[in-house]
């Protein structure tokens, strides 16, 4: 062994303690991070020992292997980086000795090293320090061959120990700062996500920033969000991240689903049962082929009054160097607050959805109303030798009503009263249709009718128009039920034809009354297409004659249909209202309109309505 | 620096992830300065491709770099460390780093974690260039 020189040797300590200054400089200069720094270490510690070859290999206790984080030379060829697998027993080992020498290991790493051979050999290890705090392995300081000599002076190994020991500071600074940071960033992301998730209006745009916030709070690889349905029980997918994992799963999930019995997979299970139950859960999914995650932590979202709104999912968390690892129960707790402050965000975002379609089919509604008003006349003619009066009165939700008396020709006239089905605009929409066929059929011939062809086939052929026109306009759950009669006063007759609306009153001056197109109703106009019209029930029109005092009483079935509080309805009181109404000392078509609405309003009483009430009165003076 | 093999290691580990998330980058290689674009979630996956390419790029000289973050809506504390050891690199070697295209998310988060500290924020590309 050739001994250095006193002088030498004095050099060298000095470049030594100058080296050990920037090392301690290199440790408190804020750089935090060891993947960048270790470099640094790694040059100093060679430097001052006259190596050549060496490396620092970091530890990495969660599964047990040690990794490069500096060599040197620098490895640029791709070759795949030393990996090498230490169990608990020769970290207990690595830990009795201050340094080894790789070519006489203590006798309880002797296999370690013949197994890890390869890969000493190709970092050139000669001399391994293992670096540590307390009893805590961080990583190993491999050093190469010595310039000019075989092994270290006994000064040179104190140096080494404490260069070692800086080296190991900094890793442990590092994991720590790793960590800080990380819950830096986790904190500020809770607190950040409140006000950022709690903004959002639209419902999808809540359901993608909760999702997202969450797997970048949790360090996820993805995540979802479902939100119960409780008309159906079961849970619906509303965003996941990715957005393609979505189409692995079925976009519902029935909260009774059994995943032996459906078929279904147990992570299908576990999301209904978190909804159900409202408790976070973790679990291994590495058996669903479709979720591509090794495991998920699932989180019931709250509504403001406990109950379960929804379940937010997160899969996969990784730590660096892209391994997946278990959620933590810190983990849990994170997902749960945030997922308190997602329960608020979510029920934000419905209620203002719900409080704009309110307001949307308010402003709907509204319209409809203008259109139905429009529809029904503001005033009737005079007809010689009748009164004719009319009521329409909006309840509740608009409604397709609609009546009217139409001045065909000199002395001929058209009284019309119908129903559509449905609310709102699409039924004010296919009255109005209604109503231009209506006007268009009556306005094809002089006096309504021709006066050459039978009234009666000509009401049933305009029938089948308005049919056709309706079909054609509207979907088969919307129809008009219609009435329609042609008043001729010369010969005091009505011929009337009854497309499946409530058949009319006539209550006779000697008080009999009179059921008009009870027996011959057709079917109601746009519920089936004409050439299925004569197979069900054709239409078919027929004669009355009408005398004096005779009071014809058209109505909806708002008026039949009102019902009181114990739930019964107005159908049968109809008939006595109106014979009470044709005694009045004054019988007037408005003052036996007046009588029946009265009468009706009387019986309804505090109970609620939702159908308009339409009444049309014709009398003959 | 990075080790190559380093991270082959890593790249391998980390299939799974790749395979879940799809992401891109690309390089505009100036002159004078380098524009690095990411595409996706910056997790270890994307982060540690950025951390290879910046290197790289480092290794070759350029010490002017731009990382733009537009098309990237989601970071995770992981991508943030991979962030900061780029620029950590960067310090050793004077060279200078800016930042485009953050949400306001984002520039707050950068601005929380001294991100801001030592690297440029700016709202555009261009922008991010001319103050390099």
Request: net charge negative; with cysteine.
């Amino acid at each position: 062994m050739q001994l250095s020189t006193a002088e030498e040797t004095i050099q060298r300590l000095i470049f030594s303690l100058s080296e050990l200054e920037q090392l301690g400089q290199t440790l408190i200069s804020g750089h935090s991070n060891f993947s960048v720094s270790s470099k640094t270490y790694l040059r100093i510690a060679l430097g001052t020992l006259q190596s050549t070859r060496g490396a620092i290999l970091r530890y990495h206790p969660v599964d047990n292997h040690l990794s490069v984080a500096a060599a040197a030379p620098e490895r640029r060829d791709g070759a795949e980086a030393p990996f090498i697998p230490v169990n608990p027993e020769d970290v207990a080992e690595l830990l009795q000795h201050p340094s080894i020498l790789i070519s006489s290991p203590p006798t309880g790493l002797e296999g370690f090293f013949t197994r890890h051979e390869e890969v000493c050999s190709a970092i050139d290890a000669r001399l391994w320090v293992p670096l540590k705090i307390h009893d805590e392995l961080l990583g190993i300081l491999s050093l190469g061959r010595f310039l000019g000599r075989s092994q270290l002076e006994e000064w040179e190994h104190e140096l080494l120990t404490i260069l070692a020991h800086q080296i190991s500071i900094a890793i442990a600074y590092s994991r720590m700062m790793e960590g800080v940071q990380g819950e830096k960033f986790r904190l500020f992301m809770l607190a950040e996500s409140a006000p950022l998730i709690c903004q959002l209006l639209q419902p999808e745009d809540a359901a993608q920033q909760v999702v997202h916030q969450a797997v970048s709070l949790l360090d996820a690889n993805a995540g979802g969000l479902l939100l119960r349905d409780a008309q159906h029980a079961e849970i619906e997918w509303k965003y996941t991240f990715p957005e393609t994992l979505a189409a692995e799963f079925p976009s519902t999930i029935p909260l009774d689903v059994d995943g032996d019995a459906d078929g279904a997979c147990s992570t299908e299970k576990v999301l209904a049962d978190v909804a159900k139950e409202g408790k976070t859960t973790q679990t291994d999914t590495s058996e669903d082929a479709r979720l591509a995650a090794e495991n998920i932590m699932a989180v019931p979202i709250l509504g403001r009054d406990g109950d379960v709104l929804g379940v937010l999912v997160v899969g996969d968390k990784e730590e660096r160097g892209g391994r997946i690892t278990a959620f933590t129960d810190e983990d849990a707790i994170l997902l749960d607050s945030f997922a308190k402050q997602a329960g608020v965000a979510i029920e934000n975002a419905q209620l203002h959805q719900e409080a704009l379609e309110a307001r949307e089919l308010q402003a709907e509604m509204d319209e409809a109303r203008k259109i139905q008003e429009n529809l029904i006349p503001e005033t009737l003619p005079d007809i010689p030798g009748y009164e004719v009066a009319g009521l329409y009165e909006p309840r509740g939700a608009v409604g397709g009503d609609y009546f009217d008396c139409l001045e065909l020709s000199t002395n001929r006239w058209g009284l019309t009263i119908a129903d559509v089905s449905g609310k709102g605009m699409q039924a004010a929409l296919l009255m109005a249709t209604l109503r231009a066929g209506l006007l268009s059929e009556v306005a094809k011939t002089a006096d309504g009718v021709n006066p050459d062809e039978d009234t009666a086939k000509q009401l049933c052929d305009m029938a089948l128009t308005l049919n056709s026109l309706l079909y054609a306009s509207g979907t088969e759950e919307k129809f008009a039920t219609f009435f329609y009669t042609y008043l001729d006063p010369d010969t005091d007759t009505l011929t009337t034809l009854n497309a499946g609306h409530n058949p009319p009153l006539i209550v006779r001056k000697d008080a009999s009354t009179q059921w008009i197109g009870e027996d011959i109703g057709g079917l109601p106009l746009g519920m089936f297409p004409n050439d299925m019209v004569p197979l069900i029930a054709d239409y078919a029109a027929e004669q009355v004659q009408l005398n004096s005092g005779d009071i014809v009483i058209y109505y909806t079935d708002g008026v039949t249909e009102t019902v009181n509080i114990a739930d019964e309805d107005y159908e049968k009181r109809l008939e006595p209202d109106a014979l009470e109404a044709s005694k009045l000392p004054d019988p007037q078509a408005s003052n036996i309109i007046k009588h029946i609405h009265d009468a009706v309003i009387t019986f309804q009483g505090e109970a609620d309505q939702f159908d308009d009430l339409t009444l049309l009165v014709l009398r003959k003076k | 620096m990075r080790d190559s093999y380093f991270l082959a290691y890593a790249t391998e580990e980390k299939e799974a992830s790749v395979l879940l998330n799809k992401f891109d980058i690309q390089i505009r290689d100036a002159q004078d300065y380098a524009v690095i674009e990411t595409e996706g979630y910056l997790n270890d996956a994307l982060g540690e491709a950025l951390s290879a390419k910046a290197h790289t790029l480092i290794q070759d000289g350029q010490t002017r770099l731009v990382i733009n973050l537009e098309k990237t809506a989601l970071i995770n504390s992981i991508g943030i460390s991979i962030l900061i050891e780029i620029i950590e690199t960067l310090d050793e070697r004077n060279g200078t780093l800016n930042f485009c295209g953050l949400s306001a998310t984002q520039e707050r988060t950068f601005r929380m974690m001294a991100i801001a500290k030592y690297a440029g924020i700016f709202p555009d590309e261009q922008s991010a260039i001319d103050n390099l």
